[in-house]
């Protein structure tokens, strides 16, 4: 037997929501609409808003987007949903969309392009307003797709070399300096790169502002291993690979923060210790980094902030889709913790 509860939500109409509050069917609407709830006073909002739960309404978003053609719902694409690194940068985009009335779908792209491509269009087949991108590489087929499609697209985290879209990224030139100088002031002369994927931007202006730093403190830049991926198991082969190649090293900059703990495993395996024999410093202060043994000295990212400003460049072109395409730089900031120390 059904509820009378039941029976009133479906009863209820956005008519009788407006009747009951008295006011107009459209000052109703607009009282319900996140994105238009701002243009009529506090007061008339509640108002409706009280009045729709006591009759247990809900808000046809499918209907709605049909009248507008616009689904308020953003498509967001990351290569790792299990990497913690994407956590802080969905909630500022997540807080930005939230204000202007609209939601986010999350999805897993994985590292390949092939995948990437089929999420991105499962996507657009979902009537998203617009997507980002954590997931680019520097010059990225997906991307093409999503420009070819006219969907509103901007990349975060991550950029191309030649920018054919809206990117919000960190500093990573000046992150990467930050570590070297770091690490030259506290003694250190034979220092070594833990360098990210080749193909994608985060590593390889990672590397180029340590090999540039290396330079203007007038030591070797050539200590460099390349990793496969940005993962703990590829952070310990590198690190093999680099104290193979480089024995007498007394400090290593990782392009991320899971490079270096991928070394923390490898100086384990070998018998030595960080910072007894090498210090470390890491790159993205990922959630938990503070917790390891000895906690990671790394430099910091506006995760938060990268993460509302690329939300904000996407509801930019939204409302003007001939925007000018800009690259928005988040600074980038030194933290540090156990893993380092005068070099003996």
Do not use: W
Request: neutral net charge; charged residues 20%; aromatic residues 2%.
């Amino acid at each position: 037997m059904k509820s009378a509860a039941s029976a009133a939500a479906r009863s209820a109409t956005l008519q009788s929501i407006a009747e009951a509050a008295g006011v107009h069917r459209s000052t109703a609407a607009r009282a319900l609409d996140p994105a238009q709830a701002h243009r009529i006073s506090q007061e008339v909002v509640e108002k409706v808003r009280a009045e729709a739960l006591r009759q247990g309404y809900r808000r046809d978003a499918i209907a709605a987007s049909l009248r507008t053609g616009r689904s308020r719902l953003v498509g967001v694409v990351l290569p790792d949903l299990a990497n913690p690194v994407f956590a802080p940068i969905l909630d500022g985009v997540g807080a930005a969309l939230a204000e202007q009335g609209y939601s986010m779908l999350v999805a897993d792209g994985g590292a390949g392009g092939a995948r990437q491509v089929v999420i991105v269009e499962e996507l657009i087949a979902r009537r998203v307003d617009g997507l980002l991108l954590a997931t680019a590489r520097r010059s990225d087929p997906v991307l093409t797709v999503c420009l070819e499609a006219g969907v509103p697209t901007v990349l975060v985290n991550r950029a191309e070399d030649q920018p054919r879209a809206a990117t919000v990224v960190s500093d990573d030139i000046c992150g990467m300096r930050f570590a070297v100088e770091h690490l030259a002031g506290l003694g250190h002369r034979r220092i070594g790169h833990l360098a990210g994927p080749e193909g994608l931007s985060t590593g390889i202006l990672r590397r180029r502002g340590f090999e540039l730093a290396m330079q203007a403190a007038g030591l070797d830049p050539s200590a460099i291993a390349v990793a496969r991926a940005y993962s703990r198991v590829e952070g310990q082969a590198a690190t093999a690979a680099l104290l193979d190649a480089a024995p007498g090293l007394t400090a290593i900059a990782a392009s991320n923060d899971l490079l270096a703990l991928g070394a923390y495993l490898e100086l384990k395996r070998r018998g030595l210790s960080c910072p007894g024999d090498l210090s470390i410093v890491g790159h993205n202060d990922m959630p938990l980094v503070d917790m390891v043994d000895p906690p990671l000295t790394t430099v910091r990212i506006a995760h938060v902030e990268m993460g509302r400003a690329a939300a904000q460049r996407l509801l930019e072109r939204l409302a003007d889709p001939d925007a000018e395409t800009s690259v928005t730089l988040m600074p980038a900031e030194l933290i540090v913790r156990g893993s380092t120390r005068e070099a003996y």
